[in-house]
């Protein structure tokens, strides 16, 4: 059986069916301004959460980067640090062959006795170090200070001896160091024997004007073991800076899966905009046509 259309079903489809064109030309003009392609998580459920998680990966790749900046900033201050130390003991054997010089008086020795003295209060100021208000040869006990300056009878001494590792997450489950293990240097070979107990030996000798050149060695194996230290430390460095180029070209990579995923194609949404606005104008044209005027507008 026919079905008899009326005008109001005429009118009817007519609005309903420019509303339509006028949700997607409004649809279209927000990815244009917004430059996204969606406005709320119900427009598209697979882009949003696609985008959720690349937001999640970049918040991870962030803190990881921030862990590597600290991790960096502590090897390149204990670097720093131990460079300083090298060329402290470097100065102090330096004065430990001079002693040994038969023609040197006593009164010259009790002044190198004077100037090692001032070495060895530097290098308690060395050991330490603070980063950010922490103790970097400390250990994990990073606010006690390391070298006590009272201890060994007021003589001062490294009184620390805790060894353990700071270690710091830079991508998931892989961990780098961010300090050393002080007693190797300040504590080497023992407590009884590290080069602040040489050094006070070596100060002993000189201020009673006499030589101290048999501390050679010692000092010798303390510069050794700092050299060492060091270029251990210096694989950590190269390893941490590899991991922060990784971090830098994986924080791109996942900043470039996320535009892709969310961005509109500019191109695309304006080629759609003027075709749907020539869509709409043409919907407007028919509109026009259906509302024609009535036998009423006759009856006057």
Same mark, same amino acid.
């Given at each position: ?8 079903m ?10 339509n064109?006028?949700r997607?030309m409004d649809?279209l003009?927000? !990815? ?6 969606i ?10 959460a ?7 990966s970049?918040?991870?790749?962030d ?9 960096k900033?502590?090897?390149? #201050?204990?670097?720093?640090?131990m ?20 023609a040197?008086?006593?009164d ?8 090692v ?5 530097h ?5 330490n !170090?603070?980063?950010?208000? @922490? ?8 606010? @006690? &200070?390391?070298f006590?300056p009272?201890?060994?009878?007021? @003589? ?10 700071i270690n ?26 590290? #080069?602040?107990k040489?050094?006070?030996n070596v100060?002993?000798?000189l201020?009673n ?9 010692g ?24 991991? &922060? ?7 791109v990579?996942i900043t470039?899966? #996320?535009?892709k995923n969310?961005?509109?194609?500019? &191109? ?5 905009? @003027? ?6 104008s043409a ?8 509302? !024609? ?6 009856l006057r």
């Open positions: 059986m026919a079905v008899r259309v009326t005008q109001n005429l009118n009817s489809n007519m609005l309903r069916n420019l509303h064109s006028m997607n649809k003009q927000d !990815q244009l301004a917004s430059g996204k392609k406005a709320k998580p119900s427009d598209d459920p697979v882009v949003a696609r985008g959720m998680f690349y937001r999640s970049l918040m991870e790749n803190q990881y980067k921030r862990n590597v900046d600290e991790a900033s502590w090897l390149d #201050m204990t670097d720093s640090t460079d300083e130390v090298g060329n402290v003991i470097k100065r102090i054997k330096e004065i430990l062959v001079y002693s040994g010089d038969g040197i008086s006593p010259d020795l009790k002044t190198m006795g004077s100037e003295q001032e070495l060895k209060n290098l308690g100021t060395l050991a !170090q603070q980063i950010n208000g @922490k103790y970097i040869f400390a250990g994990t006990d990073t606010n @006690k &200070a390391p006590d009272t201890a060994n009878a007021g @003589k001062g001494d490294f009184v620390s001896t805790n060894s353990s590792l710091l997450e830079v991508s998931q489950n892989v961990f780098v160091t961010s300090n050393i293990n002080a007693q190797k240097i300040f504590n080497f070979p023992d407590n009884a024997n590290n #080069m602040f040489v050094l006070d100060i002993t000798e201020s004007g006499r030589g101290a050149s048999q501390f050679i060695t000092m010798d194996q303390q510069y050794d073991k700092l050299l060492a230290e060091r270029a251990t430390l210096g694989a950590s460095v190269n390893r941490v800076e590899l991991i &922060a180029d990784r971090l830098k070209t994986q924080d990579s470039e899966l #996320m535009s969310e961005d509109a194609d500019m &191109a695309g949404v304006m080629t759609d905009l @003027k075709m749907q606005e020539s869509v709409h919907a407007l044209g028919s509109g026009a046509r259906i509302i !024609q005027p009535t036998l009423l507008d006759f």
